[in-house]
């Protein structure tokens, strides 16, 4: 009897809530049952299936049910999942992982077989049941060798000696053809080798499935070539179906499953219309509607569902930006009188991004600085025609481009001209030619991620920009530091009222640059670590004056010292657990310090000596550690169930090493009872005592052991998740700007006697300049959103549990921060960068080329999308938004607590006005609307007035989404009743 799949049976085999540990709603949970369900009834009747549910609800661990179900039809189904990129391979390791883990409870998904290269994939496909992970670059082999020796060479170095049957060198190959024809040989020799052998695959899930939108391209060409006649289903997956138009969908659907199957005859699945009414568009959707399933994401927010158009805002005006100035007028004039003849000769065609004088004025292949950023972002020295190239829609999805070919139209048809021109007046004036948009856009951004002092706004938005181009990614980077290095000399000289000299330090208005060192901040040469992360820069550092402050013997090098083990700051950033054992027990901290027995003080003082140097960090915490190990009642007044729980505490903050034997101590002398190292009143102290602390509540500060073992466990979990917390921050203040407040804060301390750099700086912390409100919102960003930033963003390692990050005092993610990164390389190399992006603080901005818009989750905290290069397509543009439009979102938390104003997601489209960058935008907008009248279902509704119900020329009524409807067209409803 033929196995059907019902909801309940899939949440019988799949619990998609993974255990209630990642917060899964149950609307959610419902969603993806019923979507695996739908999934596999439209895969019984037909070849092939869509799901192009929008982004964020969990595409990818729906296709996992859906492998998962056909490997329980049958357990030697063969399945094979393609991806485009590298992120995305490694986004469905991390699932699959996540899914063996906590979702599959039969355990029929199995472990996914990841490929890097083709042969070691062939060697390994014979073997059934086995669910195989490659990417479209796996398909392929580059070859640029034209002699025949050669070519055999090529396939002999395979190693695959059953594919014997490869064609002989093709009697006219040229250098520009030589890599297609090889790999279709290929591709030829391997799907003979597959009908001989009988290898079909039972499945075939496409991720991203638009990147197969055009057939022509090498890649794609290979891989039908590869799989032709041996697929016996394929799952298409993708959240913008109708990427670059509406013939994409047509062409998916024909290329592939149609071109091999009985149900389409001729090859034909969907027929191949434009839609030109909406008749035309309505019998699209029902031929669509087949194989389709597009359920849209809302957001509940007080009973009522919200589709993305009630709080998305398209805004082409706030950036549309004008020649203010005669010599903006003349820089524009220049390089648009001479784009006239350029794009002449080219007949007056040209695409978007391909004119350099829309980005930026620079001398992008001569810009050292941000060439320097992109190679320690790379690994590399990128090539200005890296993102072009790969961006460019005729080779968008190549992922494999001949070598000695080249792609078409690299370069920007005025980038030489602009290269000169501005190489020229720098040489002549000193400056770079201005460029309107790019200095209005620097002037935006800099203000909403660092505030203005003139007008009181402390600014702290994160925004995500995308550019066409690796010079607009480098000029964008290049002024928003500038800015930023400015913003911190106008804190310097106008809250602490101190100069700021980058070369010799910080000092007070009328001082010397010698006052910014004091006789105690003698350093040793003990390692540091921090060290690593202040260098880590390399080259680049010699443009960046707060990095090369910070380098081994800089000035802020030497203060930042200061709050290592052995050194006046030590006990700054410290918790006073001393505090707390004697508030948990009671008792007042003096009788606590009195009660100490006399051997633990000469053991702590032994334990403390290193090298002639007192570690006092090293002693405080010997001390607390075994007053409450060995003492508990009698200093702390503990009973045995309150001191066993803080020893369980404590066995997870302090390193085994101060858990270790006592040492042997010298004799006690009355005066070596320093109880300071008891009763110091560290930065997390006096904020608790503040006035404003409670903006700043961390987890864990309530008082009093709970009676039930379950709110114990809750209890114990808070406290560990304060000492994470404490650390995270005292971190990224000392490897953050911040660190030149408490300089400052200390500066001052020394002129006076009756304060300390701790009351200074809280003060500083606690007041009403921007750089203090906007660093508060930080914390209380942090002490707010922990759990969803260490499961989401930072993501666990392997085995780790949140003891052992209660015991980190460092944490690599937050090394080497700065206010903006750039991505110009594809985003595999750029976990840290992202891990950044997705926590509270620096970087408020990240500018990249379309390499992050997708597969890259950076929506935690940042609710703005800038277009600062626009993409030619309407599924590009979605991707790019769907990386913040996601569920856990800073939008949904914004939606879920407002209370008046509806909050916006904004999506910004800087251009010049009067060019034809308003053309274009206007263009894009207009093929935007259509493909989301083809895939969206608030566009279905029909009254039965024909085609004028729906007009694709009009602008579409402003509460379309609100119309009742009696079945959505790509909704599961009609596939689980079949």
Same mark, same amino acid.
């Not at 524009?332 to 350099?356: E, S």
């Given at each position: 009897?033929?196995?059907?799949?019902?909801?309940?049976?899939?949440?019988?085999?799949?619990?998609?809530?993974?255990?209630?540990?990642?917060?899964?709603?149950?609307?959610?949970?419902?969603?993806?049952?019923?979507?695996?369900?739908?999934?596999?009834?439209?895969?019984?009747?037909?070849?092939?299936?869509?799901?192009?549910?929008?982004?964020?609800?969990?595409?990818?661990?729906?296709?996992?049910?859906?492998?998962?179900?056909?490997?329980?039809?049958?357990?030697?189904?063969?399945?094979?999942?393609?991806?485009?990129?590298?992120?995305?391979?490694?986004?469905?390791?991390?699932?699959?992982?996540?899914?063996?883990?906590?979702?599959?409870?039969?355990?029929?998904?199995?472990?996914?077989?990841?490929?890097?290269?083709?042969?070691?994939?062939?060697?390994?496909?014979?073997?059934?049941?086995?669910?195989?992970?490659?990417?479209?670059?796996?398909?392929?082999?580059?070859?640029?060798?034209?002699?025949?020796?050669?070519?055999?060479?090529?396939?002999?170095?395979?190693?695959?000696?059953?594919?014997?049957?490869?064609?002989?060198?093709?009697?006219?190959?040229?250098?520009?053809?030589?890599?297609?024809?090889?790999?279709?040989?290929?591709?030829?020799?391997?799907?003979?080798?597959?009908?001989?052998?009988?290898?079909?695959?039972?499945?075939?899930?496409?991720?991203?499935?638009?990147?197969?939108?055009?057939?022509?391209?090498?890649?794609?060409?290979?891989?039908?070539?590869?799989?032709?006649?041996?697929?016996?289903?394929?799952?298409?997956?993708?959240?913008?179906?109708?990427?670059?138009?509406?013939?994409?969908?047509?062409?998916?659907?024909?290329?592939?499953?149609?071109?091999?199957?009985?149900?389409?005859?001729r090859g034909t699945l969907i027929a191949q219309r434009s839609p030109k009414s909406a008749h035309d568009l309505l019998e699209l959707k029902r031929e669509l509607s087949r194989y389709m399933i597009r359920r849209p994401r809302t957001f509940v927010v007080n009973n009522k569902p919200l589709g993305k158009g009630a709080y998305r805002r398209d805004d082409t005006v706030s950036l549309a930006s004008k020649c203010e100035s005669s010599l903006d007028t003349l820089s524009i004039a220049l390089v648009q009188k001479h784009l006239v003849d350029v794009l002449d000769n080219q007949g007056n065609r040209f695409k978007t991004g391909y004119l350099a004088s829309f980005e930026s004025l620079e001398d992008s292949l001569r810009n050292k600085i941000g060439a320097r950023a992109a190679r320690n972002n790379r690994g590399c020295e990128p090539?200005?025609? !890296? *993102?072009?190239?790969? &961006? =460019?829609?005729?080779?968008? #999805?190549?992922?494999?481009?001949?070598?000695? %070919?080249? @792609?078409? +139209?690299?370069?920007?048809?005025?980038?030489?001209?602009?290269?000169?021109?501005?190489?020229?007046?720098?040489?002549?004036?000193?400056?770079?030619?201005?460029?309107?948009?790019?200095?209005?856009?620097?002037?935006?951004?800099?203000?909403?991620?660092?505030?203005?002092?003139?007008?009181?706004?402390?600014?702290?938005?994160?925004?995500?920009?995308?550019?066409?181009?690796?010079?607009?990614?480098?000029?964008?980077?290049?002024?928003?530091?500038?800015?930023?290095?400015?913003?911190?000399?106008?804190?310097?000289?106008?809250?602490?009222?101190?100069?700021?000299?980058?070369?010799?330090?910080?000092?007070?208005?009328?001082?010397?640059?010698? !006052? *910014?060192?004091?006789? &105690? =901040?003698?350093?040793?040469? #003990?390692?540091?670590?921090?060290?690593?992360? %202040?260098? @880590?820069? +390399?080259?680049?550092?010699?443009?960046?004056?707060?990095?090369?402050?910070?380098?081994?013997?800089?000035?802020?090098?030497?203060?930042?010292?200061?709050?290592?083990?052995?050194?006046?700051?030590?006990?700054?950033?410290?918790?006073?657990?001393?505090?707390?054992?004697?508030?948990?027990?009671?008792?007042?901290?003096?009788?606590?310090?009195?009660?100490?027995?006399?051997?633990?003080?000469?053991?702590?003082?032994?334990?403390?000596?290193?090298?002639?140097?007192?570690?006092?960090?090293?002693?405080?915490?010997?001390?607390?550690?075994?007053?409450?190990?060995?003492?508990?009642?009698?200093?702390?007044?503990?009973?045995?169930?309150?001191?066993?729980?803080?020893?369980?505490?404590?066995?997870?903050?302090?390193?085994?090493?101060?858990?270790?034997?006592?040492?042997?101590?010298?004799?006690?002398?009355?005066?070596?009872?320093?109880?300071?190292?008891?009763?110091?009143?560290?930065?997390?102290?006096?904020?608790?005592?503040?006035?404003?602390?409670?903006?700043?509540?961390?987890?864990?500060?309530?008082?009093?052991?709970?009676?039930?073992?379950?709110?114990?466990?809750?209890?114990?979990?808070?406290?560990?998740?304060?000492?994470?917390?404490?650390?995270?921050?005292?971190?990224?203040?000392?490897?953050?700007?911040?660190?030149?407040?408490?300089?400052?804060?200390?500066?001052?301390?020394?002129?006076?006697?009756?304060?300390?750099?701790?009351?200074?700086?809280?003060?500083?912390?606690?007041?009403?300049?921007?750089?203090?409100?906007?660093?508060?919102?930080?914390?209380?960003?942090?002490?707010?959103?922990?759990?969803?930033?260490?499961?989401?963003?930072?993501?666990?390692?392997?085995?780790?549990?949140?003891?052992?990050?209660?015991?980190?005092?460092?944490?690599?993610?937050?090394?080497?921060?700065?206010?903006?990164?750039?991505?110009?390389?594809?985003?595999?190399?750029?976990?840290?960068?992202?891990?950044?992006?997705?926590?509270?603080?620096?970087?408020?901005?990240?500018?990249?080329?379309?390499?992050?818009?997708?597969?890259?989750?950076?929506?935690?905290?940042?609710?703005?999308?800038?277009?600062?290069?626009?993409?030619?397509?309407?599924?590009?543009?979605?991707?790019?938004?769907?990386?913040?439009?996601?569920?856990?979102?800073?939008?949904?938390?914004?939606?879920?607590?407002?209370?008046?104003?509806?909050?916006?997601?904004?999506?910004?489209?800087?251009?010049?006005?009067?060019?034809?960058?308003?053309?274009?935008?206007?263009?894009?907008?207009?093929?935007?609307?259509?493909?989301?009248?083809?895939?969206?279902?608030?566009?279905?509704?029909?009254?039965?007035?024909?085609?004028?119900?729906?007009?694709?020329?009009?602008?579409?009524?402003?509460?379309?989404?609100?119309?009742?409807?009696?079945?959505?067209?790509?909704?599961?409803?009609?596939?689980?009743?079949?």
């Amino acid at each position: 009897m033929k196995m059907r799949a019902t909801t309940r049976e899939i949440g019988r085999l799949f619990r998609f809530d993974c255990g209630g540990r990642f917060g899964a709603s149950e609307s959610m949970v419902s969603l993806q049952e019923e979507g695996v369900a739908a999934l596999c009834r439209i895969l019984d009747e037909h070849p092939v299936a869509f799901l192009a549910d929008e982004v964020g609800l969990g595409k990818t661990m729906q296709a996992l049910g859906v492998i998962g179900w056909r490997r329980h039809v049958d357990a030697n189904a063969r399945i094979l999942v393609i991806t485009p990129r590298e992120n995305v391979q490694d986004g469905w390791m991390k699932d699959a992982s996540r899914f063996g883990d906590f979702i599959d409870t039969q355990r029929v998904v199995g472990r996914l077989h990841r490929h890097e290269r083709l042969g070691e994939w062939l060697r390994e496909v014979r073997q059934e049941g086995v669910v195989h992970l490659l990417r479209h670059p796996s398909f392929m082999r580059p070859f640029n060798v034209d002699d025949k020796l050669g070519w055999q060479a090529s396939f002999d170095r395979l190693n695959l000696p059953e594919i014997d049957d490869f064609p002989p060198l093709p009697p006219a190959c040229s250098p520009d053809t030589r890599s297609r024809v090889y790999n279709l040989a290929f591709a030829k020799a391997v799907n003979a080798w597959f009908r001989r052998n009988e290898i079909h695959f039972d499945l075939v899930v496409v991720d991203e499935a638009q990147c197969l939108r055009n057939p022509t391209n090498q890649t794609n060409a290979v891989l039908r070539t590869l799989l032709k006649g041996v697929a016996k289903r394929w799952l298409f997956v993708s959240a913008t179906p109708a990427h670059s138009g509406v013939s994409n969908i047509a062409t998916l659907f024909n290329t592939y499953p149609g071109d091999t199957h009985a149900d389409a005859p001729r090859g034909t699945l969907i027929a191949q219309r434009s839609p030109k009414s909406a008749h035309d568009l309505l019998e699209l959707k029902r031929e669509l509607s087949r194989y389709m399933i597009r359920r849209p994401r809302t957001f509940v927010v007080n009973n009522k569902p919200l589709g993305k158009g009630a709080y998305r805002r398209d805004d082409t005006v706030s950036l549309a930006s004008k020649c203010e100035s005669s010599l903006d007028t003349l820089s524009i004039a220049l390089v648009q009188k001479h784009l006239v003849d350029v794009l002449d000769n080219q007949g007056n065609r040209f695409k978007t991004g391909y004119l350099a004088s829309f980005e930026s004025l620079e001398d992008s292949l001569r810009n050292k600085i941000g060439a320097r950023a992109a190679r320690n972002n790379r690994g590399c020295e990128p090539r200005e025609s !890296d *993102a072009d190239s790969g &961006d =460019e829609e005729d080779v968008r #999805d190549d992922f494999l481009t001949d070598p000695n %070919a080249g @792609a078409p +139209d690299s370069t920007a048809p005025d980038a030489q001209y602009v290269s000169t021109l501005s190489r020229g007046f720098e040489e002549k004036f000193g400056f770079s030619l201005p460029h309107p948009k790019l200095d209005a856009v620097g002037a935006e951004l800099a203000r909403r991620a660092l505030g203005r002092r003139d007008t009181e706004e402390p600014g702290g938005s994160k925004t995500l920009v995308f550019c066409r181009r690796i010079s607009s990614v480098r000029s964008l980077q290049k002024r928003l530091m500038r800015s930023y290095f400015e913003s911190i000399e106008k804190r310097c000289s106008g809250y602490w009222q101190h100069r700021l000299d980058w070369k010799t330090g910080v000092f007070p208005e009328g001082g010397r640059p010698a !006052d *910014a060192f004091r006789a &105690d =901040e003698a350093i040793d040469d #003990d390692n540091d670590v921090h060290e690593a992360q %202040a260098d @880590a820069g +390399d080259d680049s550092d010699e443009t960046n004056p707060l990095r090369m402050a910070l380098r081994s013997g800089g000035w802020l090098y030497r203060f930042r010292r200061q709050f290592e083990d052995g050194y006046r700051h030590a006990l700054v950033f410290e918790h006073n657990w001393f505090l707390r054992l004697c508030a948990e027990g009671g008792v007042s901290p003096e009788r606590a310090c009195d009660a100490v027995p006399d051997d633990v003080w000469m053991e702590s003082y032994a334990f403390a000596m290193d090298n002639g140097r007192q570690r006092r960090l090293r002693q405080t915490r010997y001390l607390v550690w075994n007053c409450l190990a060995r003492h508990a009642r009698l200093v702390f007044g503990m009973d045995e169930t309150q001191a066993a729980f803080w020893r369980s505490v404590l066995e997870a903050v302090y390193p085994a090493s101060v858990r270790c034997a006592a040492p042997a101590g010298d004799t006690l002398r009355d005066d070596r009872r320093d109880k300071k190292l008891f009763l110091y009143r560290s930065l997390w102290t006096r904020i608790e005592d503040s006035a404003w602390a409670g903006t700043l509540a961390l987890p864990g500060r309530e008082r009093g052991l709970p009676d039930d073992v379950t709110k114990r466990r809750a209890f114990r979990e808070n406290v560990l998740w304060r000492q994470v917390l404490v650390r995270v921050l005292s971190q990224y203040m000392r490897l953050t700007d911040t660190l030149l407040d408490l300089l400052c804060a200390d500066r001052r301390a020394a002129q006076t006697d009756d304060e300390d750099m701790l009351d200074n700086f809280v003060r500083w912390l606690g007041s009403e300049d921007i750089d203090a409100v906007r660093l508060r919102g930080v914390w209380q960003q942090w002490a707010q959103q922990y759990v969803l930033i260490f499961s989401s963003a930072i993501g666990e390692a392997q085995g780790e549990t949140l003891d052992a990050r209660a015991g980190q005092t460092d944490f690599d993610f937050l090394n080497v921060l700065d206010p903006v990164v750039g991505v110009v390389g594809g985003s595999g190399g750029q976990k840290r960068a992202i891990q950044q992006f997705n926590t509270p603080g620096m970087p408020w901005v990240m500018v990249g080329t379309d390499a992050i818009r997708e597969g890259v989750n950076l929506h935690l905290f940042c609710d703005r999308v800038m277009h600062y290069g626009l993409a030619w397509t309407p599924g590009d543009l979605e991707q790019r938004v769907g990386r913040v439009d996601r569920y856990f979102s800073l939008i949904e938390r914004r939606l879920k607590t407002a209370e008046a104003l509806m909050p916006t997601l904004d999506m910004l489209y800087p251009h010049l006005v009067d060019t034809v960058e308003r053309r274009q935008i206007d263009i894009v907008m207009q093929k935007k609307k259509l493909s989301d009248a083809v895939t969206d279902d608030g566009f279905s509704n029909v009254d039965g007035r024909g085609d004028n119900t729906i007009s694709l020329s009009a602008p579409l009524p402003v509460d379309h989404r609100a119309q009742s409807k009696p079945e959505r067209f790509f909704g599961v409803e009609r596939h689980l009743r079949l």
